[in-house]
């Protein structure tokens, strides 16, 4: 069983930063892939980053490849999303999850979600 818990959403102007932490619980934490997910007002549920077990493969959305950087510390259980030159239509409820993924971008492929944390961004 893994626990997810995110922080550092908030309101940001455009062209900003934000970085989201993602603790886990759970002595197994570096077997699981990890990933972020968000989902805007009205939608659908979209793939953001992803990262492999050691940290060696990362995977984006198109949408954010070159402005957010995913990134994890096995020493301290965390996943962090590091995310720049920050949109409004970056706008939305960032969840984290994990799971042992085969595809990264299903949202199916992951079995435990945090409770997400809501990043907004004004033009």
């Known amino acids: 069983q893994v626990q997810l818990v995110e922080s550092g959403g908030g309101l940001v102007q455009a062209g900003g930063s934000l970085r989201l932490s993602c603790a886990a619980s759970?002595?197994?934490?570096?077997?699981?892939?990890m990933g972020w997910f968000r989902q805007a007002p009205g939608k659908e549920y979209d793939f953001v980053a992803a990262?492999?077990?050691?940290?060696?493969?990362?995977y984006y959305a198109d949408s954010v490849k070159g402005r957010f950087t995913i990134s994890r510390d096995n020493a301290k259980n965390t996943v962090y999303l590091q995310m720049n030159s920050l949109k409004p239509e970056d706008t939305a409820v960032y969840y984290c999850?994990?799971?042992?993924?085969?595809?990264?971008?299903?949202?199916?492929?992951?079995?435990?979600w945090g409770q997400g944390t809501q990043v907004t961004v004004s033009s």
């Open positions: 990262i492999n077990w050691n940290g060696g493969s990362t």
């Open positions: 759970g002595r197994t934490f570096s077997s699981y892939g």
């Open positions: 999850v994990a799971g042992r993924p085969y595809r990264y971008g299903l949202r199916s492929e992951y079995d435990y």
